[in-house]
Structure formats: C-alpha cells, structure tokens
DNA sequence: CTGAAAGCGCTTACAG
DNA sequence: CTGAAAGCGCTTACAG
C-alpha cells in the first residue's frame, strides 16, 4: 500500500489512472451521463470512492456552462419570511448538489445595481432568488437582466418579463382569515393595513374587504387603520382603534408583528385576549407562538416556495430537459391557516350558527 | 465607435488588448499589487470601467490560492443569533470581495461529517464559521481539519486546536443581568438552566451563582429549574416556580425564549409583569422586543463576531499580512445590558438603594 | 516596472 | 461506448 505523498486532494486525472480510462469518462460517470458501459462505471465510482474524489466547482465552472451556485437576495434578515426561503432553498440546493450564496442588501442603496452586477459577474451564479422588497426593485432587476442570469421571484408586486415567480394566495388567504372571525361570530372587525409600498398589502386588504362583503357586513372606514408591518405601528394603530366608543371584536392585522402591537397594547390596556378582543396575524413567525395567548394567523409556504424556486432555476440550466412553459413560470402555492388561541367568539354575543355562516358562501 | 459583437463578458485579455499591457499587469492591478506604473494603473483602471470588466470567480480559484468564498455552517435557522452572525458576515464579505454560502446542517445527522465534506471539497472556501452547537460537533470538526480548511468558531464550548474561536463573555453578563435584578431589590431570583449539552448554559449559571454569592444571597434550590432553551420549556419551569406557596420575586432565564415563556405563563396567571413578577432573558431575540412589557435580556454581539470571524479568515488567505498570534486566535468581545420594561422593583418592598448593593462590590 | 509561458482541473466539441 | 485535443480565464513562477 503505497503512502499518498501528495497533500493535494486527487483530481479527475488521478481518477482516470487509477481506474484506467481516460478523464472524459472520469467526467461522463460524474456527470451521470448516459451511454457507459456499466461495468466501466462502476469500475470508476469504485476508484472515486478510494480516493474520496470531489469535482472541483471552479474548474467546473470555468469549463463548463454551470457554476453550480444559486443567489439568494434579501433585504431585511429579520423578515419572517427570509428565514423559510433560506431554509428551503438550501437543503434543495444540496439535494441537486448545488450551493447557495446569500446576500444582504439596502433596498435604497444608491449603488444597488452595481453591487448586484458585482455579485453576478463574479460568481455567475446559476440563477438568482430574490425576495421581498428586492424582487420588486428596478435597479436589481436591471442588473440581473443585463447580466442573463435566470431569475425566480418571490412573491412580487407584479409579474417581470423573462422571470418565473412563485407565489402564495394573498387575498385568499386573508379572506380566510376574516371569515374565520366572522364564523366566530364577529361583525366589527378592524383592519391594519401594511405598508403601501410592500406587494402584500393591497391584496390582504381586498381580501378582508371581499370577505366582508360576502357576508353583508359593513366595513367601518374608522375601524380600518393605515400600518407600516411594523411592531410599533401596530401599538400605534391598537391605540386608536381600542380606546374608541365602540371597540371593535377583533382586529386582523397584515403581518404578525402588527398583530403583536395590537396583542401588547391590548395587554398594557388590562383587555382579556381573545375574551375581550379576538388578534389575527399574518406570517406565522417564530414571535406568533412566542406569547400568550399565541396567534393566529397564515403560515405562508415559504420553505416550498424557495424549494420551487431553485427547482426551476435548475431545470433552466439542464440542456437536457424542456424548458419550462410559460404557465410553469409562474406558480402559486397553498398557504395553511393557523388557528390558536388569539382568537374565540366576541363577549357580547354567541357566535352565529357556522350553517349561518356558510349559506353565504 | 464599434459595435460590441460578442455577448459574454469582458475577460483579461479583452482588458489587457485595449488598454495594451499584458494581462498579468492588469491581475496585477486588480489584486492591487503594489509596484506597477501609477500610469500605467490609471491605464487599466479606466479600460476596465470602460468595459466593466470583473475577473472571474472560478477562474482566480482555479488559478490560484484562494476561493473568495467563505461558508457559514448553522443548525437551527430560527436561533436568535444566526441571523446576526449571517448579517455581519455577509456585509463583511462584500467590503473585501468574498462571498458567503449558506449551508443548513442537522446536528445529528448520519452522514454529517460527509455533508459537509461535500461542501468544501467542491467549493474549497477560504475559510468556515460555524455557530453552535456545529461548532462543538465532532464529526464537522473532523472533515474541516482533514480538509485543511481555515475555521473560525463562533461562541464554542471548548476551543479546538489549530482553530480560532470568536465568543463573548457569557458568565459575566449572566452576573450583570443578576446583579441588576438585585440591584432593583430583588432577592428570590429564580433560574432556569438551558439545555445541558449546550455550551452556553453551564457559564450563564456561572453568573447566576457568582452574583448571588457576591451579594450574600442565598440560593434556593427549589428556585432553579432545568430547561431546554425552548418557549415551551419555560412555560413549564413557570408552571413550576409561579404555583409556589412563595413565588420568587424575579425569574432569569437563560435564553428569551424561555423568558417568554415565563412572561406568557405569568400572564395566564393573572400577574402583572414586572409589578408582580420580574422577568430577565438572554440573547435580544426578535421576539424579545415584541411583547409586553418588552423583555430585559443581554444582546449578544453576534453581528460584531461573526465581522471579526470574516476578517481572520480573510487574513488567514493573505501572504502578505503575518500570521494571527496565538492569543489572536481567540477572541471575547462585549456583550451588552438591555434594559426593558419586564424588570422592576419587587412589589411588596421598595428596592434596597444602590449604594447598598454597591458597597458589597 | 513589465511580460511570456505554463498550468490550475475540469467540460466542450469532435473523432472514432 | 470511449478518448485526444483544445480551451475556459485567471494566477504562479520565472525572466528580464
């Protein structure tokens, strides 16, 4: 058994010596390429096991088309949903041997789309995941366009030319939540609005409204409040709504935080929740099963998003399976209600029978 | 002017051609090379801004020594300080044009040590920072040292030789949050303990205890419970410490999610925190600030370590900076007191004065 | 201060 | 089913 005197790791040509053949099988078998004799395959997985060999990603990279890197964007890493994306994204990447790079950017960084192109021109990765609000940022999308690096967006405002996006059901999902409340029994439901900039907080909003409307209730202009997704706004929003005349019987608010701003004013204020007011969230963050009563709210599929998302930007580099149709480009998936203990019946009253409820439908 | 014919992207020795030097004048000038005509560097400087020319990833690794790619190793995405650690590493890798790739790993997962084999087999990254508890798992430990790769461990139980260690003083601020509840004239201070097999609890119990011997305070056993760093876990110790015939005045846990735990308990309770209950935690997670009352903890500097754990690894790849000195090699940065709203006074006495507790120093 | 040559470890395009 | 040659775009080691 001869000593191993170099330090170095073996390459695709010790492979090849070793097992006797030449590197472009070493490179058929690693490739997983048809059209070897399956006996000189496992003639070569045999040595590569010995040798413990590992293609090397640059060399691959610098003679081939793949680079075998995906980029995910994010802006802020304390979103509840980054942390989904990232999760998804990676163990999907490592199934397909695959690795993921990460970046934090400002969304109003004055030198945005070069700091992006930066990143692309030196990696060029195989594609590029953005998320929320980056995947709606001209000088990002700019950068990426010029550089033809394939792109999946999550959840954006609106659908970009030449980029697949992966999505989850907005409107849907707070028309749910609403009829929930309103199957509890509520009538007066307050609404916390999101930031006007962020894609979500329109269709949450149309989806409160369509609810409502569905089932004959008025919507109090008074009871709805403008937010920003943030923890403070929904202290702010929850110091409007609960010291007025007539409180509302519970409060739906765009994302999670929000909700918890209204769940610690309405604490701080000595109201029992849901007995006195019934809170729903949006997001199911990590917080939204940290407190008492937890909340309820919307898990959105973000670890299955990312997982789609580099799924298609995979399938973009094989030359070896079709492209995708334009409708696989842009894809929409099941979100899940969670409900918990935030909210119940309102006081006053019973809740209406759900058979009530339901005849609307 | 010519019509730019070729879509791929500038290389070298497009640069090298327009600017008429040799392409190893202009890697010297992108490496910043010292000893190279300031002309002669102007030259090149404006051809490659002219053609936004950006040396290759793969072909520099390939090439030569290093990779420009830095990994990050976490095991629970949802752990307060990850997203930190991956903020400040990711914003310290582009200032020196390094990446970071993510990678998820379980703790105890089978095939561990070839996972992450995988990784720097492929990517060859200039370095790896790990956070707990991956940092004290023997079996990533083992294919990073076979692999030669540079690692830099974040907050590990013990440090290991031939790797740097960044951390913080854990037991010292575990004394301080003490100190200050004792200071507010706290004397039955409960404990709960994080998960055994994590590094971080046996030094924040330290603390505990060094504070209350400091100050001639009586530790009641009954007053410490065992926890497993989990929300749940701390809703349990609550069960246990809040039904006594005499509760603590005060409760410290070793992380915020136990803390919170405590706080949602109490608040089934009945009691008012921190009127009736004062209540500590340890790590300034998200959820910390959005409760009520927000929770007193200790923010640790985890976006400040995982700066320090780049630029070791960055200096560990460069020729031309000498070595890090052993002592170096291990670094304990500061921590920080936050103070909120969930830590008081007890309610049936009024807080013994400073000076008091002072002069006990 | 500058450059010509070799080579990093793979894949591509082609030939048989 | 298999292989020899060229080349990807840089850095290294060396020469001047």
């Known amino acids: ?27 058929r078998v690693m490739n997983q390429e048809a059209g070897v004799h399956a006996q000189t395959r496992a003639q070569v997985l045999k040595v590569v096991a010995e040798l413990k ?7 691959r990279s610098l003679a081939g088309a793949r680079s075998f890197l995906i980029g995910l964007l994010y802006y802020d890493p304390s979103a ?3 942390g989904g994306v990232q999760q998804g994204a990676t163990l999907r990447c490592r199934e397909a041997g695959y690795h993921l790079v990460v ?18 021109s030196a990696l060029r990765p195989d ?61 007066r439901i307050a609404f916390i609005k999101g930031a006007t ?15 409502m409307k569905t089932h004959h209730l008025a919507v109090d202009p008074a009871l709805v409040h403008q937010g920003d997704f943030t923890f403070a706004s929904g202290v702010e929003a929850a110091h409007h709504l609960l010291s007025r005349r007539t409180r509302p019987g519970a409060v739906f608010a765009s994302n999670d935080d929000m909700a918890l701003g209204v769940l610690a004013s309405a604490q701080r204020l000595g109201l029992s929740v849901p007995g006195d007011l019934s809170i729903a969230g949006f997001d199911d963050s990590n917080a939204a099963g940290l407190v008492w009563p ?17 799924e298609m930007l995979i399938v973009a580099n094989r030359s070896d399976v079709p492209p995708l149709t334009p409708q696989g480009l842009h894809r929409v998936l099941e979100h899940e209600l969670v409900v918990r203990g935030s909210t119940s019946a309102p006081p006053a009253k019973s809740p209406r029978p759900a058979s009530a409820v339901k005849r609307r439908h």
């Open 197 to 211: 900039d962020q894609a979500a907080s329109a269709p949450r909003y149309q989806g409160y409204l369509r609810a």
């Open 80 to 82: 509840a949903f980054v």
């Open 103 to 120: 970046e934090s950017l400002h969304n109003d960084a004055p030198d945005l789309q070069q700091q992006v192109d930066r990143m692309v």
């Open 127 to 187: 594609g590029m995941i953005l998320t929320p609000p980056l995947c709606d940022n001209a000088q990002v999308l700019k950068a990426l366009r010029e550089s033809h690096t394939p792109c999946v967006l999550i959840s954006p405002a609106r659908d970009v030319k030449g980029m697949a996006s992966v999505r989850m059901d907005d409107a849907g999902a707070a028309e749910e939540i609403t009829n929930l409340l309103i199957s509890l029994g509520h009538e």
């Open 53 to 59: 060999y590992r293609p090397k990603q640059s060399a």
């Open 294 to 310: 937890p909340l309820t709210t919307v898990r959105q599929p973000m670890y299955e998003m990312a997982r789609v998302a580099v």
């Open 1 to 27: 058994m001869a000593l191993n005197i170099k330090a170095s790791p073996p390459t695709i040509t010790d492979v090849a010596a070793k097992a006797g053949v030449s590197i472009k099988t070493v490179s």
